[in-house]
């Protein structure tokens, strides 16, 4: 009997441990800024990008972004750069979707391409660009 309460002890603490591992999921989206210039590009991508952890892929090919939802816990943004580069598509740099958001409220009319090396931690006020 001491050894069914033992066991019946140890398959819960198991079966807790898995639920707890399951509920640490940490879904994120990282935005990629590519060299995607059309929809057949961005076909390719939903088509074909896979990666560990890999929930969603969405492409504007007017920023040139490919936003990817994906579990941190088993992926990273450097995680998903082989499958850009398997599809032949350029990778500039990535962003997290916060970062993204921050960077289109910024009010350039541009792509994102365009903004390598351009500072936006500063202010507009009073001058032009």
Same mark, same amino acid.
């Given at each position: 009997?001491? +050894?069914?309460?033992?066991?019946? &002890? #140890?398959?819960?603490?198991? *079966?807790? /441990?898995?639920? $707890?591992? =399951?509920?640490?999921?940490?879904?994120?989206?990282?935005?990629?800024?590519?060299?995607?210039?059309?929809?057949?590009?961005?076909?390719?991508?939903?088509?074909?990008?896979?990666?560990?952890?890999? +929930?969603?892929?969405?492409?504007? &090919? #007017?920023?040139?972004?490919? *936003?990817? /939802?994906?579990? $941190?816990? =088993?992926?990273?943004?450097?995680?998903?750069?082989?499958?850009?580069?398997?599809?032949?598509?350029?990778?500039?740099?990535?962003?997290?979707?916060?970062?993204?958001?921050?960077?289109?409220?910024?009010?350039?009319?541009?792509?994102?391409?365009?903004?390598?090396?351009?500072?936006?931690?500063?202010?507009?006020?009073?001058?032009?660009?």
């Amino acid at each position: 009997m001491k +050894k069914i309460i033992i066991l019946a &002890v #140890a398959l819960f603490a198991i *079966a807790g /441990t898995a639920v $707890a591992q =399951k509920a640490a999921k940490q879904i994120v989206t990282t935005v990629f800024v590519t060299d995607i210039d059309c929809e057949g590009c961005a076909k390719k991508i939903y088509d074909n990008f896979y990666g560990k952890g890999v +929930k969603s892929v969405k492409c504007d &090919v #007017a920023t040139k972004t490919v *936003a990817v /939802t994906y579990d $941190a816990t =088993k992926n990273t943004p450097e995680g998903l750069l082989p499958a850009f580069k398997d599809l032949k598509v350029k990778v500039f740099k990535h962003m997290s979707q916060e970062e993204f958001a921050k960077h289109k409220a910024h009010g350039h009319n541009h792509t994102c391409t365009d903004c390598t090396g351009h500072n936006h931690n500063h202010n507009h006020a009073g001058h032009k660009h």
